[in-house]
């Protein structure tokens, strides 16, 4: 499975006030930061579902970001907080469950942090590439069902 | 004996027309099990009973009679009035259609672990009356028979009833040092084994989604599992797809689930799958101190914030 040429393949859910437009800071003031990422523009982080981030994981995903506004920064108000906490009991479960850590990560980015944005790519797709394809629970086993 | 009382309760309740129908548990169609039962004649009554094999969550039935006017009176044990309590809070039933037969609760027997202590063994040799057990005329000790989500059971009491039959007991299994707890279990694994228990257990599954029937709390119209459009999971019981059923069902639990167990107890398969829902019933109980079901009129921790929640999870 593990290829020379494997890249990984990063989702990113990024909060459209506040990490979205970190993003468009990093990339019209010419940042590099590995390609590996596919945005996916969401109204706030905590309008994402726990179900989104499965599905992406379902879908092939070697590994899922969500970033939103700073705490007390969020455009409507508290969106922000909520998410925080469902993350908390989702991340408690999963790693509970055996999944590995990186393999789901969270950031807050704010607008104008178009640097910290590129970082955080980096710091995501190196920790996901050091992992390797996703396979525990994803491939292995769904090829073992039809065995 | 409580479950003369019980149908004296009911009879009284159909009689004076309190009541439309009683919602409570019948002798099952197999040894050691029980089915639902609704009866809506008092001659009905006579088939009540009460037992530690009443394994099923009546709060389930709720949801069927949702934006009725008939007054329902229903038995519930410790948990199961803990959904009912949940139930209220989520605006799903009215409390003034509902009369509460509170039945404090010793603990299910699960059949399987009874079978595996003494083989061959009978219905009619088990009895049970008023929280002691005699199993071939002798006394036996409860604890080693105990369902999994019964050895952490905090409350055994209602905490909300109308009538309450037999004493209160206080105190659950879960403070007992004689019962050890079904979590600790999977708690001690190592994650790989953890995670190598899981997928092992997955691929048993068959996706029959009787977890979700059973479920008390599980009421939308569309479950995410059978939604198309979109499609977050295949209907199709792949190992990977049915871990994230269950992890789904999980995340929705989160912050409401009651720990009744009544998600395992269903499992046609016999995966523990109420480990889950439970495990996130702990660690909410730890991070926010909440415990749904209690009737505290508290929000249920995912419907509010700190603004000093733990956030060193994220970068």
């Known amino acids: 499975m593990k290829t020379l040429d494997w890249e990984p393949k990063i989702v990113a859910f990024l909060c459209h006030w506040c990490s979205y437009a970190g993003a468009d800071l990093a990339g019209v003031s010419r940042m590099q930061y590995p390609p590996n990422v596919r945005v996916i523009r969401v109204p706030c982080s905590g309008a994402i579902n726990p179900l989104y981030i499965f599905k992406a994981l379902r879908e092939g995903a070697d590994g899922v970001l969500v970033s939103g506004c700073h705490p007390g920064d969020c455009h409507y108000i508290s969106g922000n907080y909520y998410a925080r906490r469902k993350f908390m009991v989702m991340k408690n479960l999963l790693e509970w469950l055996g999944f590995e850590p990186e393999r789901v990560q969270f950031s807050w980015v704010s607008a104008s942090e178009g640097q910290k944005f590129s970082q955080v790519v980096e710091e995501v797709v190196e920790s996901v590439r050091s992992l390797g394809p996703a396979r525990k629970m994803i491939k292995e086993f769904s090829f073992d069902v039809r065995r | ?315």
């Open chain 2, 1 to 315: 004996m409580y479950e003369d009382k019980i149908r004296k309760i009911a009879w009284d309740l159909l009689e004076k027309g309190n009541v439309d129908f009683i919602i409570g548990w019948e002798k099952g169609s197999l040894p050691f099990l029980t089915a639902p039962l609704i009866c809506r004649d008092v001659a009905e009554t006579e088939r009540l009973v009460w037992n530690p094999f009443c394994a099923n969550n009546l709060a389930r039935y709720l949801k069927y009679y949702k934006g009725g006017k008939e007054k329902i009176a229903l038995c519930v044990k410790g948990c199961d009035a803990r959904a009912v309590s949940v139930l209220l809070r989520e605006e799903q039933i009215e409390r003034e259609r509902l009369v509460l037969i509170g039945l404090p609760c010793h603990g299910l027997i699960n059949p399987k672990k009874l079978l595996e202590n003494f083989p061959d063994i009978t219905p009619g040799e088990v009895e049970w009356e008023e929280g002691i057990l005699r199993i071939r005329g002798k006394e036996e000790n409860i604890v080693h028979l105990l369902e999994g989500s019964c050895t952490r059971c905090r409350y055994p009491d209602p905490p909300i009833h109308d009538f309450l039959v037999g004493e209160k007991l206080g105190e659950g299994y879960a403070e007992s040092s004689e019962v050890e707890d079904m979590l600790e279990y999977y708690d001690k694994m190592s994650t790989e084994e953890r995670e190598e228990f899981f997928a092992r257990e997955m691929e048993r599954c068959i996706r029959c989604y009787a977890c979700r029937n059973a479920c008390p709390l599980c009421y939308c119209q569309e479950c995410f599992a059978e939604s198309t459009r979109p499609s977050w999971v295949s209907p199709a019981p792949l190992a990977f797809d049915n871990l994230l059923f269950q992890l789904g069902r999980t995340m929705h639990m989160a912050g409401r689930c009651v720990e009744c167990g009544a998600c395992g107890r269903s499992c046609p398969v016999e995966i523990p799958i109420d480990i889950l829902p439970e495990k996130v019933a702990e660690s909410i109980r730890k991070e926010f101190g909440f415990e749904s079901g209690l009737d505290t009129g508290e929000t249920a921790p995912l419907l509010t914030y700190r603004e000093d929640d733990q956030e060193d999870f994220i970068k």
